[in-house]
């Protein structure tokens, strides 16, 4: 299911709207997938786009580790768009100056 997803965020840089996540349940439905537990699907979906867009920003010092607990801390892009910087460095491994970086590349 994961490169069902990925390619989905891939083609939906921006975003999505209702129609779109419809598609998605029936696509990855048609592939056999079991869409039953949409609620959990969207979870994974919204991680997922916020690991992705944390990869492409390209922020120096945030790797994959770091990547890995930003998404465990915050979940959604949504929500890292709409923390402080001192919400994100509480990150343990998240130091201020990259809180900053974090925060900046992606508002």
Same mark, same amino acid.
């Given at each position: 299911m994961e490169k069902h997803l990925d390619a989905f965020i891939e083609?939906?840089?921006d975003g999505w709207d209702h129609l779109n996540w419809l598609e998605l349940l029936a696509d990855l439905e048609e592939a056999g997938f079991d869409v039953s537990d949409a609620d959990t699907i969207g979870y994974e979906l919204e991680n997922r786009r916020l690991a992705w867009a944390l990869r492409n920003r390209?922020?120096?010092?945030?790797?994959? *580790?770091? $990547?890995?607990?930003?998404?465990?801390?915050f979940g959604t892009?949504?929500?890292?768009?709409?923390?402080?910087?001192?919400?994100?460095?509480? $990150?343990r491994t $998240?130091?201020?100056?990259?809180?900053? *970086?974090?925060?900046a590349a992606i508002r």
């Open positions: 083609a939906h840089p390209e922020v120096p010092g945030l790797g994959p *580790k770091r $990547i890995d607990a930003v998404v465990d801390r892009l949504w929500s890292l768009q709409h923390a402080e910087v001192d919400e994100v460095a509480e $990150i $998240i130091p201020g100056a990259l809180a900053e *970086k974090v925060v």
